[in-house]
């Protein structure tokens, strides 16, 4: 009977010892990453909601331009590049519900890191789409309309109906 109390017990210290260093190693590796690898927020029109490696990008309502098919070649601390779909309407279409969506390819770099927090983000969107048979890169900040009280992303009035 003591001889099996004596294992019980080293079993137990054993358990108790691995989950204390298990749990310190989650939370450490959580903490790292969370403070190291920047983000992008609002990829999906969620203010401070933030993502690495988006799929889709979202950028409003109705027929607000979105991108889908991303893929990303690079996910660094001072940029990030990848390409995939921009789904549009055409400019004077209205209304917007019965207007269909055309796609072509477009690249996206992020740079300008800040932080939110302790969090790093990017906060300069530049995307690179074909016009007509010219490439045009529209470039865009993660800030607030006047009055707005979350962010979002904001690109010049006319992107990306050129």
């Not at 209205?94 to 992020?110: E, H, Q, T």
């Not at 530049?126 to 006047?146: I, Q, S």
Request: glycine share 12%.
């Amino acid at each position: 009977m003591a001889r099996t109390s004596k294992i019980a017990r080293r079993l137990l210290a054993v358990g108790v010892l691995a989950g204390l260093l298990l749990s310190g190693a989650v939370i450490g590796a959580g903490t790292a990453s969370a403070s190291t690898t920047p983000v992008v927020y609002a990829a999906h029109a969620n203010g401070w909601h933030g993502y690495v490696k988006p799929g889709s990008f979202y950028f409003g309502n109705g027929g607000a331009p979105f991108i889908t098919n991303l893929h990303w070649s690079s996910w660094g601390s001072k940029s990030a590049w990848g390409t995939g779909k921009i789904w549009t309407q055409k400019a004077g279409c209205s209304p917007s519900y019965k207007c269909s969506f055309s796609s072509r390819w477009v690249g996206i770099s992020l740079t300008t890191i800040k932080k939110h927090g302790a969090q790093p983000y990017y906060d300069r969107m530049a995307v690179e789409m074909r016009v007509g048979t010219k490439m045009h890169w529209f470039v865009g900040w993660f800030k607030n309309y006047p009055g707005a009280t979350v962010p979002s992303w904001i690109f010049p009035l006319v992107w990306p109906y050129l």
